[in-house]
């Protein structure tokens, strides 16, 4: 249920062989509409054909967990990685008060990923959102317990890939890294309207409405800072 998850809990990431059970529809749409592929096909980076990369079969995930169970290793949450990818499953199993911080270059992209994003010109984000990104499960343990973990699975078998923290400093840095955007900005609409609808969307707790707020305002798309992806809870703390 994940009510054991704490503060400072590392996240351990499962590989995944392919796309597993979700995501087929857009994969198809890339392959077959936009690239014009056919499924003998074999596009520049994947080791099989397209018809074989999307038959791919995915892993049971059972033996891992009961093992690690026989061994005396307590999890505090695990998420199976489906649809919604990594920005959506993740966030179900974190309790009030804390987020996911992954540093998306600590375990491999699967080259039918990579091919994916460039055929169809797919915003990170959304493949993020879409597909579990080589990342099938994810475990979440308390940080003492990562190197026995990690022996008894394998270091090919599993990547330490994040960690948890308390959410309530990251939804309070976005709204004040907005209104401190807004002093700066000489486009009086922006302050006017930007700014009031703003301070509405805080009251209401709507991290989305601010971070879109953002994108309209500069044009802009929202980047992940140093290379690392926040998964957020969709509301506020109190």
Same mark, same amino acid.
């Given at each position: 249920?994940?009510?054991?998850?704490?503060?400072?809990? &590392?996240?351990?990431?499962? *590989?995944?062989?392919?796309?597993?059970? /979700?995501?087929?529809?857009?994969?198809?749409?890339?392959?077959?509409?936009?690239?014009?592929?056919?499924?003998?096909?074999?596009?520049?980076?994947?080791?099989?054909?397209?018809?074989?990369?999307?038959?791919?079969?995915?892993? /049971?995930?059972?033996?891992?967990?009961?093992?690690?169970?026989?061994?005396?290793?307590?999890?505090?949450?695990?998420?199976?990685?489906?649809?919604?990818?990594?920005?959506?499953?993740?966030?179900?199993?974190?309790?009030?008060?804390?987020?996911?911080?992954?540093?998306?270059?600590?375990? *491999?992209?699967?080259?039918?990923?990579?091919?994916?994003?460039?055929?169809?010109?797919?915003?990170?984000?959304?493949?993020?959102?879409?597909?579990?990104?080589?990342?099938? &499960?994810?475990?979440?343990?308390?940080? #003492?317990?990562?190197?026995?973990?990690? #022996?008894?699975?394998?270091?090919?078998?599993?990547?330490?890939?994040?960690?948890?923290?308390?959410?309530? =400093?990251? =939804?309070?840095?976005?709204?004040?890294?907005?209104?401190?955007?807004?002093?700066?900005?000489? /486009?009086?609409?922006?302050?006017?309207?930007?700014?009031?609808?703003?301070?509405?969307?805080?009251?209401?707790?709507?991290?989305?409405?601010?971070?879109?707020?953002?994108?309209?305002?500069? #044009?802009?798309?929202?980047?992940?800072?140093?290379?690392?992806?926040?998964?957020?809870?969709?509301?506020?703390?109190?």
């Amino acid at each position: 249920t994940g009510e054991r998850i704490k503060t400072g809990d &590392l996240v351990i990431g499962l *590989p995944s062989s392919g796309l597993h059970t /979700n995501g087929y529809s857009l994969a198809r749409k890339v392959f077959f509409d936009i690239g014009k592929l056919n499924v003998e096909d074999t596009f520049l980076g994947l080791q099989k054909s397209v018809g074989m990369t999307l038959l791919e079969p995915h892993i /049971n995930y059972t033996n891992h967990i009961s093992y690690l169970i026989k061994k005396g290793i307590s999890i505090h949450g695990i998420a199976h990685i489906t649809g919604g990818g990594l920005l959506e499953n993740i966030p179900r199993i974190l309790p009030n008060k804390c987020a996911a911080v992954l540093k998306k270059d600590s375990w *491999p992209t699967l080259d039918v990923f990579t091919s994916i994003q460039s055929i169809g010109d797919i915003a990170e984000n959304e493949m993020y959102r879409t597909f579990n990104m080589g990342i099938g &499960l994810v475990l979440i343990v308390d940080e #003492s317990k990562k190197e026995k973990l990690i #022996s008894f699975i394998g270091r090919d078998n599993c990547n330490s890939i994040g960690v948890v923290v308390n959410d309530l =400093h990251r =939804h309070r840095l976005a709204y004040y890294l907005f209104i401190l955007i807004g002093v700066f900005v000489k /486009n009086k609409t922006f302050k006017k309207d930007g700014l009031t609808s703003v301070l509405r969307a805080f009251k209401r707790k709507d991290l989305e409405f601010i971070s879109s707020q953002i994108k309209v305002h500069f #044009s802009i798309q929202w980047k992940w800072p140093f290379r690392y992806l926040w998964i957020i809870r969709k509301r506020f703390v109190k």
